[in-house]
């Protein structure tokens, strides 16, 4: 889920929560939420999903629509688990 602030002049007034839509394939959405899971935002954009952490190195990546690598879900979670802002909750 995606949280908005929303406000009214300069005071916050209430927070709105809106659904990003779904990733097509099944495994990269699981990896899409185990990643928002982790606190990172994921914005959807015309062709991929882009994925940000909070940390001051701003570390991102793309999650396309269509790969054609079959080895992308497990290249893009090892990308994520290699980053020094990943939490690792296990």
């Known amino acids: 889920m995606t949280i ?7 005071r916050s007034v209430g927070v709105v929560l809106r659904k990003r839509p779904k990733h097509p394939n099944p495994e990269l959405e699981e990896l899409l939420r185990e990643v928002e899971k982790h606190g990172w935002t994921v ?16 570390h991102q ?5 269509t790969p054609s690598n079959p080895n992308y879900t497990r290249n893009q979670r090892k990308w994520f688990e290699r ?8």
Request: glycine share 2%; net charge positive.
């Open 61 to 65: 990546t793309w999650v396309h629509l």
């Open 4 to 10: 908005l602030r929303v406000a009214a002049g300069r």
């Open 83 to 90: 980053q020094a802002c990943w939490k690792d909750d296990d």
């Open 43 to 58: 914005t959807k954009r015309k062709q991929y999903f882009k994925t940000e952490c909070r940390c001051p190195a701003r």
